[in-house]
T-cell receptor, first 110, second 111 residues
Framework: GIQVEQSPPDLILQEGANSTLRCNFSDSVNNLQWFHQNPWGQLINLFYIPSGTKQNGRLSATTVATERYSLLYISSSQTTDSGVYFCAVTGGTSYGKLTFGQGTILTVHP | DTGVSQNPRHKITKRGQNVTFRCDPISEHNRLYWYRQTLGQGPEFLTYFQNEAQLEKSRLLSDRFSAERPKGSFSTLEIQRTEQGDSAMYLC?????????FGPGTRLTVL
């Protein structure tokens, strides 16, 4: 099946710093989503971005499907941005299931 | 649109007992998915339905696990003869076309 790798596994920032999270995938994708998992376990949708670039406030994402990677940019980070960020894809032979990466744990210090 | 809901939110059970979880998807969504997440890992796919048809099942879904979506609306996930290794967060998601939306999850602890 399709493989998803996220980097870095951990990221520690000071409030106000910018960061880039990367997601590499091993096959063509039909769907790519970025999530933020809060401390209670809820997965919050950030972007649905199988290709192209999107922006939402301080967050933006770019997926280059032909080169099999996606990037999530966080600008002017805040302590509330802390948590786990997941990239997940649907691709290969499956059109239904999402395959998740291992996540990036982001900690933003005041 | 009230989002995906799951019940119960927490379940503690003794090894060997059966448990059942419920998921109510976003009302117009025809696809419903179940995932499992253990500590420090990303969610892993278990199964999904399009309307009432179960279209795909993971090899993770042993014969102790069964899922149903009898009328194409809510779904139930039953685990028979629970084992300590079943302790995890069970997540449900729904979608109309591509983007999946997740519920708050049911945290299962098997003693």
């Amino acid at each position: 099946g399709i493989q998803v790798e996220q980097s870095p596994p951990d990221l520690i920032l000071q409030e106000g710093a910018n960061s880039t999270l990367r997601c590499n995938f091993s096959d063509s994708v039909n769907n790519l989503q970025w999530f933020h998992q809060n401390p209670w376990g809820q997965l919050i949708n950030l972007f649905y971005i199988p290709s192209g670039t999107k922006q939402n406030g301080r967050l933006s994402a770019t997926t280059v499907a032909t080169e099999r990677y996606s990037l999530l940019y966080i600008s002017s980070s805040q302590t509330t941005d802390s948590g786990v960020y997941f990239c997940a894809v649907t691709g290969g032979t499956s059109y239904g299931k999402l395959t998740f990466g291992q996540g990036t744990i982001l900690t933003v210090h005041p | 649109d009230t989002g995906v809901s799951q019940n119960p939110r927490h379940k503690i059970t003794k090894r060997g007992q059966n448990v059942t979880f419920r998921c109510d998807p976003i009302s117009e969504h025809n696809r419903l998915y179940w995932y499992r997440q253990t500590l420090g890992q990303g969610p892993e796919f278990l199964t999904y339905f399009q309307n009432e048809a179960q279209l795909e099942k993971s090899r993770l879904l042993s014969d102790r696990f069964s899922a149903e979506r009898p009328k194409g609306s809510f779904s139930t996930l039953e685990i028979q003869r629970t084992e300590q290794g079943d302790s995890a967060m069970y997540l449900c998601a729904s979608s109309l076309i591509g983007e999946q939306f997740f519920g708050p999850g049911t945290r299962l602890t098997v003693l």
